[in-house]
């Protein structure tokens, strides 16, 4: 069988607190973003699929633990995945715990026209700061672009600038990367300084307002591919247009 290239998605977000709803948003948002898609089966200890007949009951009660459990569409020849997880707060920007939501789905032309939607979708439910979605394959090269001593390079192997370690950032609004498309709440977008008429007409022709008066930014009109230099371009200009992604620069 050939493996087939997926888009990942994942939102950053404040930790969940109580009988939060955040995580039956986060699920509603993204089957509203892929018409006909249900994300109403578990994977089981035995690891084999069960149906969830009453899933928004099963969730509520499952996530007052803090995380979104492993939910699928139970298609194995069409896999949409979803699952979220509280981060501790030594781990991350500005010393908070966090809430992630990581989701996964075909990267074909489906996908591909209906990334924007999903992402604002799943952001925006979880009450993100920020988040991103791209192929498979970018976290090798973000993790080639982390800063692990102050001695080290300023570039990486790509030519991309290096990243501070997520715990060195000041604050979680501040994105730890960048990726294909990016979504950057209100609070994140006056954090980074977007948008600056003069400084951003390229990035506002392929930008959009969300409904919560964030932003989806795309950097490419494709996926991202860093072996396409036309994209490792548009990378490069992105990172220099905003220094604080990253933790690059002072707060």
């Not at 030519?159 to 609004?173: D, E, R």
């Amino acid at each position: 069988m050939i493996a087939r290239k997926r888009l990942i998605l994942i939102t950053h977000a404040p930790a969940l607190v109580g009988d939060d709803n955040r995580t039956l948003a986060a699920v509603h948002g993204l089957e509203r973003a892929l018409p006909g898609l249900r994300l109403e089966w578990r994977v089981t200890e035995a690891r084999q699929l069960a149906a969830l007949p009453q899933r928004d009951e099963w969730l509520a009660e499952a996530t007052k633990d803090g995380e979104l459990p492993f939910l699928c569409n139970g298609n194995e020849s069409y896999p949409v995945t979803i699952s979220g997880l509280q981060t501790p707060a030594r781990t991350n920007p500005g010393g908070q715990p966090l809430f992630e939501v990581h989701a996964k789905l075909p990267l074909d032309a489906a996908g591909i026209a209906a990334a924007a939607d999903v992402l604002e979708a799943v952001a925006e439910g979880a009450r993100a700061y920020w988040g991103h979605a791209s192929p498979d394959g970018y976290g090798v090269e973000v993790s080639e672009q982390m800063r692990h001593s102050a001695h080290g390079p300023e570039r990486s192997p790509r030519g991309l600038p290096m990243l501070n370690l997520p715990w060195h950032i000041h604050s979680p609004a501040i994105p730890q990367y960048l990726g294909w498309l990016n979504y950057w709440s209100a609070v994140t977008a006056q954090a980074i300084g977007f948008p600056d008429p003069a400084r951003d007409a390229d990035l506002l022709t392929r930008a959009r307002r969300t409904a919560a008066g964030g932003w989806i930014v795309r950097l490419t009109d494709t996926p991202l591919d860093y072996d396409d230099p036309t994209h490792l371009d548009a990378l490069k200009r992105a990172y220099e247009r905003f220094p604080e992604i990253g933790g690059r620069s002072a707060p």
